[in-house]
């Protein structure tokens, strides 16, 4: 998400960690661009990024501020 954030987003790109019952990890940036998940071939080298977050991550989402748009995934803590 970071990445795709620094790549593809706009400023200003954020990072945070919150530790509580679960990990949440939100990403933000000044783009408005709505996320999709992609169904990237084999052979692409890219279009990857909610694939992964969707399987990895107990629950993710997108929600929109006064300055562009937050991705946050949540992961159970063991």
Do not use: F
Request: aromatic share 4%; hydrophobic share 30%.
């Amino acid at each position: 998400m970071a990445a795709n954030a620094i790549r593809h987003g706009r400023d200003p790109i954020e990072l945070r960690l919150l530790r509580g019952e679960g990990l949440i990890c939100e990403v933000t940036d000044g783009s408005l661009t709505t996320p999709r998940i992609r169904h990237a071939s084999e052979t692409d080298e890219g279009g990857r990024g909610l694939q992964l977050v969707s399987a990895l991550s107990h629950r993710w989402g997108t929600r929109y501020t006064p300055t562009g748009k937050c991705i946050w995934t949540e992961q159970p803590l063991p």
